[in-house]
């Protein structure tokens, strides 16, 4: 059987609405005093700051190419867990580092603004680490999902594999995974901005970079040059020198220097 186009874009629709768009934190997102004032930062090396500040763009891997090889099996494994327990009710009752300042309002509007069809869309939230909400939010997609599977094999002649509902249902868990961590991880207080291809075809843009003798999938995303408002010069030895080249730099790339506050760490360098 085949997917019918028209049931899987309007359950795609259905499940953006209602479970991915409130990933996002919506007291950061729709409140005004917040909004302007918030910043973000982004750790990198230097060709990464070299990258950004010279290209305008960020590379954007892939999530399933993420640093943190469990991020994306802890979702799954919770899943499980919680997947099994409504089984179980439904049958008993049936040094190289540089920190880059954002000002969030203008990076997000950057991002968001003047889209073209085929753009990708920016989700941005706080990353979830409170085991409590992460529970809420998949008990809620997956109870929708056994209901749906209920109903269907019910009736007879169901094929799970073209129903437009589930595998849709799948991708927000997919986007979850982005978004929930252990809490053991909570004091790294992690805010992330991860983009959606609401066209299937569109997805297939991308380029490679090499990492580790890995080819890494990533997306160029063009950004606001005007959102940085600072670099942090990570620990090392000889910040004075790092402090004055790093000044030339953006200069050079005409940022107005006035609006990019250069600092230093206030950690200690350790030999």
């Avoid at 918030?38 to 950004?52: A, P």
């Avoid at 580092?97 to 920016?122: A, H, V």
């Avoid at 080249?245 to 953006?250: A, N, W």
Wanted: charged share 30%.
């Amino acid at each position: 059987m085949t997917i019918d186009p028209f049931e899987y874009e309007k359950y795609k629709k259905y499940f953006f609405a209602n479970y991915i768009t409130v990933i996002s934190d919506q007291d950061l997102l729709f409140s005004d005093e917040k909004y302007n004032k918030y910043r973000v930062h982004h750790y990198t090396n230097i060709n990464g700051l070299d990258g950004i500040l010279k290209e305008g763009e960020f590379w954007v891997s892939q999530a399933d190419f993420l640093n943190d090889k469990t991020e994306m099996k802890y979702t799954f494994d919770m899943s499980k867990e919680i997947f099994s327990s409504i089984c179980k009710e439904k049958k008993k009752s049936q040094d190289d580092g540089y920190s880059i300042t954002f000002k969030f309002k203008e990076l997000f509007d950057g991002l968001t603004q003047d889209r073209n069809s085929g753009d990708p869309l920016p989700i941005a939230s706080k990353v979830i680490y409170e085991k409590s909400e992460q529970k809420s939010k998949l008990l809620k997609l997956l109870s929708e999902i056994i209901d749906r599977f209920e109903d269907k094999t019910n009736k007879g002649n169901y094929d799970v594999n073209s129903d437009g509902f589930i595998i849709n249902a799948i991708t927000v868990l997919e986007w979850y995974s982005i978004f929930f961590k252990d809490e053991c991880f909570s004091q790294e207080e992690e805010f992330r901005i991860a983009f959606l291809y609401l066209r299937n075809r569109d997805a297939k843009i991308y380029d490679c970079r090499i990492s580790n003798g890995t080819f890494i999938p990533y997306v160029k995303i063009k950004i606001d040059c005007n959102s940085v408002k600072g670099v942090t010069i990570g620990p090392k030895n000889n910040m004075d020198i790092n402090k004055e080249g790093l000044r030339k730099f953006p200069w050079k790339h005409e940022y107005d220097l006035t609006k990019v506050n250069i600092s230093k760490s206030k950690i200690p360098y350790r030999y």
